[in-house]
């Protein structure tokens, strides 16, 4: 479970607190701390669409990739746009790969968010980077979904 061995500043970002965040920072919390799973408080502030404490360690210098799986992968599966904005205005990657090679717009369009995919799309994401052999328009083509980006299409 993603509670495993969290530390304070984990706890602090999965709550919202943001001014204990703050104070944690400030007293030499260190933003990129890993759980033994790999997760960052800015992994477990995006989990929980914790829009300002996300920002608050991506001011700090967090991180948005220690093992791959990046905070931006997470808020595409759960299609949370503001979380995903604030991460790409900060310099989130939208091409990142896992180690299985999936990036944060394949997980969109599986999903079939839309919305989220314009989003990846319009910063960046590049939708003919295969997985399994898929481009992203196949992903949403393979899982049924009828809300296509019109930016797939061009």
Known sequence: AIKEEQT???IAARLGKTEIVQLLLQHMAHPDAATANGYTPLHIAAKE???ETASVLLE???SHSLNGYTPLHIVAKKN????ATVLLNYGAESNV???????PLHLASEEGHADMAALLLSKGAHYRISRKGHH???CFLLHRRRAIPKEIHQ
């Open 60 to 62: 700090a210098g967090a």
């Open 49 to 51: 669409g914790q829009v």
């Open 136 to 138: 992203s328009l196949t």
């Open 8 to 10: 304070p500043l984990h």
């Open 80 to 83: 949370q746009i503001d979380i």
């Open 97 to 103: 790969l896992t180690k299985q090679g999936v990036t």
